[in-house]
């Protein structure tokens, strides 16, 4: 690889967070060439669209860069996983998203005032940690997602965010939620885990995580870990509005794979199906009518703290849910 570093801005990324962020990226490592810290040659790139910030990824990749640092959210990495992956081009992720799910995997920094900055960093002095990427296979094609897959009641909310004109902002979210609470209808969904026949299972809602957490935290696959080679599956089975709303509470602390009501499993490849059935994946519309969701490990190298607090290993993943 030449010693170039490449800049990829989503300015666009969390309510125009993005841009703010790049800015103190980009002034990092500015200043650590300035001190010595690296010689590499700082190339900066801005999408004005997905398909645009699609192109440039690819661009950046073909000049094989030192590393290629993305400023923006899970949705921005996400977007450009066709051009990252398997390039061999290890990715600094500056999160400036709503959520950030994938750098809370990854104990990435992203919720202090020099965030950025420290996040730009790791394109210098980062450790590469080969994480998995998943892929969803649906009747619309293949797209590949990094944190949860999600199915049922909480892809319908998503599904009618979109499609709401008013109002704006968070609010869209909550009329959205409180429409598919009044609508809310048991899931005759049919699934099936590595290979085996699809079986009834009727439900409220499916993830389908590589990693925990989705939605800026909620832990809805509390013990999936990013590079375990294995898809983390919460089924939660039929609820009426009052025991989903009761539910809430212990999803914000990972308590609700604990209720009767939640099952768990691990596997390599989930195949589910049900009647208009649409997938959301960190946060975009990813797939619709049966979906064979699967994990491809190691398929993504992220730069990340050399001794991280927020990654957590497979064991400790495991005994945290246990």
Same mark, same amino acid.
């Given at each position: 690889?030449?010693?170039?570093?490449?800049?990829?801005?989503?300015?666009?990324?969390?309510?125009?967070?993005?841009?703010?962020?790049?800015?103190?990226?980009?002034?990092?490592?500015?200043?650590?060439?300035?001190?010595?810290?690296?010689?590499?040659?700082?190339?900066?790139?801005?999408?004005?669209?997905?398909?645009?910030?699609?192109?440039?990824?690819?661009?950046?990749?073909?000049? $094989?860069?030192?590393?290629?640092?993305?400023?923006? !959210?899970?949705?921005?990495?996400?977007?450009?996983?066709?051009?990252?992956?398997?390039?061999?081009?290890?990715?600094?992720?500056?999160?400036?998203?709503?959520?950030?799910?994938?750098?809370?995997?990854?104990?990435?920094?992203?919720?202090?005032?020099?965030?950025?900055?420290?996040?730009?960093?790791?394109? =210098?002095?980062?450790?590469?940690?080969?994480?998995?990427?998943?892929?969803?296979?649906?009747?619309?094609?293949?797209?590949?997602?990094?944190?949860?897959?999600?199915?049922?009641?909480?892809?319908?909310?998503?599904?009618?965010?979109?499609?709401?004109?008013?109002?704006?902002?968070?609010?869209?979210?909550?009329?959205?939620? =409180?429409?598919?609470?009044?609508?809310?209808?048991?899931?005759?969904?049919?699934?099936?885990?590595?290979?085996?026949?699809?079986?009834?299972?009727?439900?409220?809602?499916?993830?389908?995580?590589?990693?925990?957490?989705?939605? !800026?935290?909620?832990?809805?696959?509390?013990?999936?870990?990013?590079?375990?080679?294995?898809?983390?599956?919460?089924?939660?089975?039929?609820?009426?509005?009052? $025991?989903?709303?009761?539910?809430?509470?212990?999803?914000?602390?990972?308590?609700?794979?604990?209720?009767?009501?939640?099952?768990?499993?691990?596997?390599?490849?989930?195949?589910?199906?049900?009647?208009?059935?649409?997938?959301?994946?960190?946060?975009?519309?990813?797939?619709?009518?049966?979906?064979?969701?699967?994990?491809?490990?190691?398929?993504?190298?992220?730069? =990340?703290?050399?001794?991280?607090?927020?990654?957590?290993?497979?064991?400790?993943?495991?005994?945290?849910?246990?």
């Amino acid at each position: 690889m030449t010693g170039h570093i490449v800049v990829l801005v989503n300015p666009s990324s969390g309510r125009g967070r993005g841009a703010e962020a790049a800015q103190r990226a980009v002034a990092r490592l500015r200043e650590l060439e300035a001190h010595g810290a690296h010689a590499a040659e700082l190339r900066v790139l801005s999408g004005d669209s997905v398909d645009d910030t699609r192109r440039l990824a690819g661009e950046a990749v073909a000049s $094989k860069p030192r590393a290629l640092v993305i400023v923006g !959210g899970d949705g921005t990495l996400s977007s450009v996983l066709d051009a990252v992956v398997g390039s061999g081009v290890p990715i600094a992720l500056v999160p400036a998203g709503t959520g950030n799910d994938l750098a809370r995997a990854l104990g990435l920094p992203f919720d202090a005032a020099d965030a950025a900055a420290e996040a730009a960093e790791l394109a =210098v002095h980062g450790t590469p940690r080969a994480i998995d990427v998943g892929e969803v296979e649906s009747a619309t094609g293949t797209r590949r997602f990094l944190t949860v897959a999600a199915l049922g009641f909480d892809a319908h909310v998503s599904e009618r965010t979109n499609r709401l004109r008013w109002p704006s902002g968070r609010a869209r979210y909550y009329l959205a939620l =409180v429409i598919e609470l009044a609508r809310l209808r048991p899931m005759p969904f049919e699934y099936g885990l590595d290979g085996q026949a699809l079986r009834a299972a009727p439900g409220t809602l499916i993830a389908v995580g590589s990693t925990r957490s989705y939605g !800026g935290g909620m832990p809805v696959c509390p013990a999936a870990v990013p590079d375990d080679g294995l898809l983390d599956v919460t089924h939660v089975g039929p609820l009426g509005r009052a $025991k989903l709303a009761r539910l809430f509470p212990l999803l914000l602390r990972g308590a609700h794979v604990e209720r009767p009501e939640v099952a768990t499993a691990q596997a390599k490849l989930v195949e589910v199906d049900a009647p208009g059935l649409v997938v959301y994946a960190d946060g975009e519309r990813v797939g619709s009518g049966r979906a064979r969701i699967r994990v491809v490990p190691g398929a993504l190298t992220v730069l =990340v703290p050399a001794a991280s607090g927020g990654v957590v290993t497979a064991e400790a993943g495991r005994e945290a849910s246990a």
